[in-house]
Every structure is written in structure tokens, then in C-alpha cells.
T-cell receptor, first 117, second 109 residues
Framework: DGGITQSPKYLFRKEGQNVTLSCEQNLNHDAMYWYRQDPGQGLRLIYYSQIVNDFQKGDIAEGYSVSREKKESFPLTVTSAQKNPTAFYLC????????????????FGPGTRLTVL | AQSVAQPEDQVNVAEGNPLTVKCTYSVSGNPYLFWYVQYPNRGLQFLLKYITGDNLVKGSYGFEAEFNKSQTSFHLKKPSALVSDSALYFCAVGGRLAFGKGNQVVVIP
């Protein structure tokens, strides 16, 4: 997991509440990503960013928002519009963006487990 | 659209025996293929990747994978499995990384 930190490790959300998941990297990577993991479904891409102040929707962006104000930080907000947010959330980074070289290796943080009460 | 398939939900193998985890892919053009491993409640760890060149790719922890273009496969292998290899294994295909559902590997002592 080295170089990428996610906090908190566990997070509990009440109905109708927005929560923000933190992701920080010290690998000097340009690109950062957020994935959602559900049992038996693999990883699904929520948002990704190739450069500061720019980001793109992934496959399941509805109910989520992101910002990229600094190269090393890519926080994810799970809004009340996300109807089924209980999942394991993984942040990753890579040297260049996915629309650049598809050969770039993504490195993952330890994850945040979000549970809706 | 690019995708990968991991046909087996779980792979059981005795310790010391060879381990194989299967993956097939579907892409247009040249594939960039990856294997990751995940231990419980942890992030994914990179094992190896195929970009071009030699069809046999060697990676971390004694793992290797064989790229087979005619069969569109990228199976992960380890000659002698350890109990500590018990984990969830994901195959993925880049550029915009698409993951398979994952294979649970159980190594039996």
C-alpha cells in the first residue's frame, strides 16, 4: 500500500448525510482514481483525474463528487444522492492518466469501508 | 469495450502444488494486462503486467503469467503454492482499467 494513504479506515453514514473520504499520495503521480468494490463484482471506476483541477466521470459516478486542487490529494464525497453507498472504496494513483499510456501501473491505497446505518 | 473474464469463483489447491488462476480478455488492439492480489480488508497489490515482448511475464512473490494471443488468455501461475498465497486475485486490462470479478484462492495446508 506504500505511498498512498486513505482515511478513515472505517466510516459510518446516516441516511441523507454526505461524507468525504480522503486520499493522499506522495508518489508524485499525475493520475488518481476512485473505485468502488462490492462482493463478487470486482472494482468499478467512479472518477479519475489526470491533472490538477481536472477530472472525469467513470462508470458509476452518479451520487459521488470529487475535487483535485492539489496533485497529491483526491478526496471523494459520497452524497445523499447515492442510494446504496455501503461498499469498500479504493483510491489509486499512476504516473500518467488512463487516456495516455494504458501500460501504466496503478498503485492502491488500503481502502475505506463505508457503512450506511 | 475492453473487458476481462475470470471464469472460476474459487480455486482450491494443496500447499506445494502448482497454482493457476485463469483470465481471458477482450480488447481491440494490443492489450495491456495486469494481475493484482488483495488480502482481506486491504488494498490491491500489483503482481505483474504484460505490455509487449516475451509472452512469459515474471512478477512478485514467485508469480508469473503467460500471455496467449491466440486464446486471448493471461493466466497467472505459481509453481508451488504457499498457504500465505490465499487471497483474492484480480485480472485487469488497461488503458481505462477494467477489472475482472476476482478469484478467491484457497491454499490448503
Amino acid at each position: 500500500d506504500g505511498g498512498i494513504t486513505q482515511s478513515p479506515k472505517y466510516l459510518f453514514r446516516k441516511e441523507g448525510q454526505n461524507v468525504t473520504l480522503s486520499c493522499e499520495q506522495n508518489l508524485n503521480h499525475d493520475a488518481m482514481y476512485w473505485y468502488r468494490q462490492d462482493p463478487g463484482q470486482g472494482l468499478r471506476l467512479i472518477y479519475y483525474s489526470q491533472i490538477v483541477n481536472d477530472f472525469q466521470k467513470g462508470d458509476i459516478a452518479e451520487g459521488y463528487s470529487v475535487s483535485r486542487e492539489k496533485k497529491e490529494s483526491f478526496p471523494l464525497t459520497v452524497t445523499s444522492a447515492q442510494k446504496n453507498p455501503t461498499a469498500f472504496y479504493l483510491c489509486a494513483s499512476s504516473p500518467v492518466g488512463t487516456s495516455g499510456s494504458g501500460a501504466d501501473t496503478q498503485y492502491f491505497g488500503p481502502g475505506t469501508r463505508l457503512t450506511v446505518l | 469495450a475492453q473487458s476481462v473474464a475470470q471464469p472460476e469463483d474459487q480455486v482450491n489447491v494443496a500447499e506445494g502444488n502448482p497454482l493457476t488462476v485463469k483470465c481471458t480478455y477482450s480488447v481491440s488492439g494490443n492489450p495491456y494486462l495486469f494481475w493484482y492480489v488483495q488480502y482481506p480488508n486491504r488494498g490491491l497489490q500489483f503482481l505483474l503486467k504484460y505490455i509487449t515482448g516475451d509472452n512469459l511475464v515474471k512478477g512478485s512473490y514467485g508469480f508469473e503469467a503467460e500471455f496467449n494471443k491466440s486464446q486471448t488468455s493471461f493466466h497467472l501461475k505459481k509453481p508451488s503454492a504457499l498457504v500465505s498465497d490465499s487471497a483474492l486475485y484480480f485480472c485487469a486490462v488497461g488503458g481505462r482499467l477494467a477489472f475482472g470479478k476476482g478469484n478467491q484462492v484457497v491454499v490448503i495446508p
